[in-house]
């Protein structure tokens, strides 16, 4: 048992000794993102219509707020007739009572009781009609400058981004409790309803998107209190902007989300990444200064891939990178664990040359490095190639979808 045990590091002690020293180099870089669905190549502009008209919408709500103060003020009148009949019935046998009490006490008695009025009923208030609330209006630049397509100009004849704002239509608060005791709470929630329609044509191609945005009841979380009374007090601090600020928040909400799937699915945006390039530093007494050459080139060819979307100058650099792995490569004895480029060095060399190959669109080629490294299963690098063959699925489509 001790004999194998002895073997055994003695084994370890020898892997370790005759194991390269491998150095990661991590490259930040950009890259040019390319279109999931791209325009025709004719355009090279877009702007940004926005159609509003609140007039509409805030006559509507005027009207709905007078029809539901016209309405309290009924049901008071009505309150106050029957408030006035009670009084007066009040009043008339409170008077009965003391004409009778009165003329006792005119005629000497000594032990009439002074009546004693009986109390008015509470007066009728006008019941609490909340304000209107009126769709803000919006500045044009507002929307214009949330819009921005990379790679595009902005400018006319070209995608035209219609935004349709057809105002504030409903608008509520409500309250729900949750939980007792200690864990009671008092969830506030806005429901609203805005409709938004969003069109994107582009010439040539006609309406390639067409959205509605907030068209049903809508909710938004406001607070979560432990009383409701915390509620009532903020809400007389920002009752008079609460609305304001709701409608500019949700519209800044939708232009992102608009951005942002534009510029995702059309655009041509700069994208961060980042790679490891592997460089051997020493081995035994072998030479891999190569190995450094090529980082060179492919450290420059990763930070050229923002130039554009042809990524020439990226191509010629990393192209030099390829060749001198291609050569270390052509030296490889994996079954020889002392040799210059053995298993390891192998497997790093396929992850090199994955990654380069994958970034200049030579999808066939990067999918070959990619199974020999996984085949080969040299840990580290397997994980790699791994990381790369679900990163080139996403690359190989936008490529495919503009080639």
């Given amino acids: 048992m001790k004999l194998k045990l002895s073997i055994l590091i003695l084994c370890l002690i020898s892997n370790g000794f005759y194991a390269q020293t491998v150095k990661d180099h991590k490259v930040s870089f950009k890259y040019v993102q390319l279109p999931l669905e791209p325009f025709d190549k004719s355009v090279s502009t877009y702007d ?26 009924k049901e008071q009148e009505n309150l106050l007739q029957l408030w006035n009949a009670d009084k007066l019935r009040i009043d008339r046998l409170y008077y009965s009572e ?35 609330i009126y769709t803000e209006e919006v500045a044009v630049d507002f929307c214009k400058q949330k819009i921005n397509l990379a790679g595009y100009q902005k400018g006319e004849a070209g995608v035209i981004v219609t935004i349709n704002h057809k105002g504030l239509q409903s608008a509520r608060i409500s309250k729900t409790i949750t939980g007792s005791g200690a864990n009671r709470s008092y969830r506030y929630t ?6 938004i329609d969003v069109t994107i044509e582009v010439p040539n191609q006609g309406v390639i998107y067409n959205k509605s945005y907030y068209s049903n009841e809508s909710i938004s979380p406001i607070s979560s209190e432990k009383s409701q ?58 030479d891999y200064a190569k ?10 060819g990763y930070q050229k ?73 040299v840990l580290k690098y397997k994980n790699h190639c791994k990381r790369l063959q679900d990163r080139m699925v996403n690359l190989k489509l936008r490529y495919n979808s503009n080639n």
């Fill in 48 to 73: 940004v219509v926005f159609v509003s008209n609140f007039d509409k919408t805030n006559e509507d709500t005027l009207a709905a707020y007078e029809e539901r103060l016209s309405q309290a003020q």
């Fill in 98 to 132: 003391m004409a009778v009490w009165e003329k006792a006490v005119n005629v000497g008695s000594t032990t009439a009781v002074q009546p004693i009025k009986q109390p008015y009923p509470d007066y009728p208030i006008l019941k609490e009609v909340s304000d209107p």
């Fill in 190 to 195: 806005a429901h609203f309803k805005m409709p």
């Fill in 229 to 286: 009374y915390d509620f009532q007090l903020w809400w007389l601090d920002n009752k008079d902007v609460f609305w304001t600020n709701f409608q500019k928040k949700k519209l800044t909400s939708l232009l992102n989300e608009l951005n942002s799937h534009m510029n995702t699915t059309y655009g041509f945006p700069n994208k961060s990444s980042e790679s490891e390039i592997y460089v051997i530093k020493k081995y035994k007494d072998f």
């Fill in 291 to 300: 190995f450094v050459d090529a980082l060179t080139f492919a450290k420059i």
């Fill in 305 to 377: 891939l923002s130039q554009g979307v042809d990524k020439e100058s990226a191509k010629e650099n990393l192209s030099k990178a390829i060749a001198i792995w291609n050569n270390e490569l052509s030296q490889s004895t994996p079954s020889e664990n002392k040799s210059r480029i053995n298993k390891k060095a192998t497997a790093l060399l396929y992850a090199n040359l994955a990654e380069a190959h994958m970034w200049i669109d030579e999808f066939d080629k990067a999918d070959l490095f990619i199974n020999k490294a996984i085949t080969l299963g």
